[in-house]
Every structure is written in structure tokens, then in C-alpha cells.
């Protein structure tokens, strides 16, 4: 049963699958381990902090991505939005950077 469908991070996924006790579960949390780049209470932070940019053109799952990703430059933020109809001027790609920067390791 579905009760709630929103967007998370590999971080937060790899955190859900520690409370599923399966082989399935501790093989797809050993996969995703290869490609998270942030702890999982930074990936909560990260997301806060990008929310009080108030940047109202990226929605939940846009800043996954740039949890995912942790963009180091505005090409690989442009990436992100490859596809879509979003386009982010100079200042919030500016915001965006700076603040994905204080969680890079």
C-alpha cells in the first residue's frame, strides 16, 4: 500500500533499507553505497537549506538531483535540468552552488 509518493535522495534510500532486513535490501543498499556522496542527515540538511532558497522553479525533485549530484559547477547544474523546461539565471545558480558547497566533502 502506497501512503505517500515523494522524491529522496540516495542517501535517505540507503538509510530506509538499513530498517528492511532482507538480502534484496543490504544488496541494492551495497549498490547504492558506490554512488551516494553525502551522509544521510547532511542529505536532510542539504535539503533544508536549499527549501529556505526559495527558489520556486525547482521542486522536490529537482533538489534530489542536486542531492545526488552535488554539483561542483554550473555546467553540472545545468545537467540537472537537461530535458526540462527549467532554466535558472546567474544569481539562484550562484545561490544553488554556494549552498551545495558547505556538504561537499
Same mark, same amino acid.
Request: without cysteine; glycine residues 2%; aromatic residues 4%.
Given at each position: 500500500?502506497?501512503?505517500?509518493?515523494?522524491?529522496?535522495?540516495?542517501?535517505?534510500?540507503?538509510?530506509?533499507?538499513?530498517?528492511?532486513?532482507?538480502?534484496?535490501?543490504?544488496?541494492?543498499?551495497?549498490?547504492?553505497?558506490?554512488?551516494?556522496?553525502?551522509? +544521510?542527515? +547532511?542529505?536532510?540538511?542539504? !535539503?533544508?537549506?536549499? +527549501?529556505?532558497?526559495?527558489?520556486?522553479?525547482?521542486? !522536490?525533485?529537482?533538489?534530489?538531483?542536486?542531492?545526488?549530484?552535488?554539483?561542483?559547477?554550473?555546467?553540472?547544474? !545545468?545537467?540537472?535540468?537537461?530535458?526540462? +523546461?527549467?532554466?535558472?539565471?546567474?544569481?539562484?545558480?550562484?545561490?544553488?552552488?554556494?549552498?551545495?558547497?558547505?556538504? !561537499?566533502?
Amino acid at each position: 500500500m502506497i501512503v505517500e509518493k515523494s522524491s529522496i535522495s540516495l542517501a535517505e534510500t540507503k538509510e530506509i533499507l538499513k530498517e528492511i532486513d532482507t538480502e534484496k535490501s543490504k544488496k541494492i543498499s551495497l549498490f547504492i553505497k558506490k554512488f551516494v556522496k553525502i551522509k +544521510d542527515e +547532511d542529505a536532510k540538511k542539504l !535539503r533544508a537549506e536549499l +527549501d529556505k532558497l526559495d527558489i520556486p522553479k525547482i521542486g !522536490r525533485d529537482e533538489k534530489t538531483k542536486i542531492i545526488d549530484v552535488l554539483p561542483e559547477d554550473a555546467e553540472d547544474l !545545468r545537467k540537472i535540468f537537461t530535458g526540462t +523546461d527549467i532554466s535558472l539565471n546567474q544569481e539562484e545558480t550562484t545561490k544553488i552552488l554556494e549552498t551545495v558547497q558547505k556538504f !561537499r566533502k
